[in-house]
C-alpha cells in the first residue's frame, strides 16, 4: 500500500537553530515527490517537486533532497517567519488514468525568536 | 485573477440545509481535485475530475456531491452533513499528463456543521 510518514510531528526551533524535517515514503512507482507549506487557516502552498533519487532544490533557507526511500527538507538558520505546517506528498505512478497524490500528516514547525 | 479560487472561506450551516461550495481555477490545468482536511490527518481525496471526467470517488458519503461543469469550475454540493463533516475542505488543480507538476491548492473553505 502506498503510503507517507513524516516526523516528527511539532518541532520547536530557536531562530537560527537548523534542522531536518523527514517524509518516509513506500509507494509503486513515483513520479513526484513535494514539499508544501501550509499556514494556519489556509491553503497549502507548494515548495518542491523532486523526481528522482539524489535530486536536491533550494529556495531561500529550505533545501529538499530525496533518496530512494525518503527526503528531508533541511532549513538554515529559520526565522520565526518560517512557522508552519510542512506536508510531503508523492504521486505515484499513473494507474487506471487517476491521478492520485499521498499525503503525510505534516510537521508543524514553530520558529521562536 | 489567477490561482485558485474557493468561495465561501467560512461556512456554518444546520444539519438539515443545502450549500454548495465553489471553486475555480485560472491556470489552465486539466485535473480539479477536492480534498478534506480534519486535524491531525493527512489531507484526504474526495473526488478526483480529470478533463471535466471524474475519474476517482474515494468512497466518499452521498450527502457530498461533486459537480464540475467545466475544466475551470468545480462544486461540491451539501445536504443533510454530519457535525463530523465539519472541517477544512480544499480545492487544487493540477497540470497532468507531462510528469506532474505537483497541486495549485485554493485557500479553503472552512465549515461548520451545527
New interface residues.
Partial sequence: EDQVTQSPEALRLQEGESSSLNCSYTVSGLRGLFWYRQDPGKGPEFLFTLYSAGEEKEKERLKATLTKKESFLHITAPKPEDSATYLCAVAPQLTSGTYKYIFGTGTRLKVLA | ETG?T?TPRHLVMGMTNKKSLKCEQHLGHN?MYWYKQSA????E?MF?Y?FKEQ??NNSVPSRFSPECPNSSHLFLHLHTLQPEDSA?Y?C?S?Q?GR??????????T?LTVV
Avoid: D
Avoid at chain 2, 40 to 43: A, C, E, G, Y
Avoid at chain 2, 99 to 108: D, N
Fill in positions: 485558485v474557493q485535473a491531525k490527518k493527512p489531507l481525496l478526483v480529470n475519474t476517482e477544512l480544499l487544487a493540477s497532468e510528469g506532474g507538476y505537483g497541486y495549485t491548492f485554493g485557500s479553503g472552512r
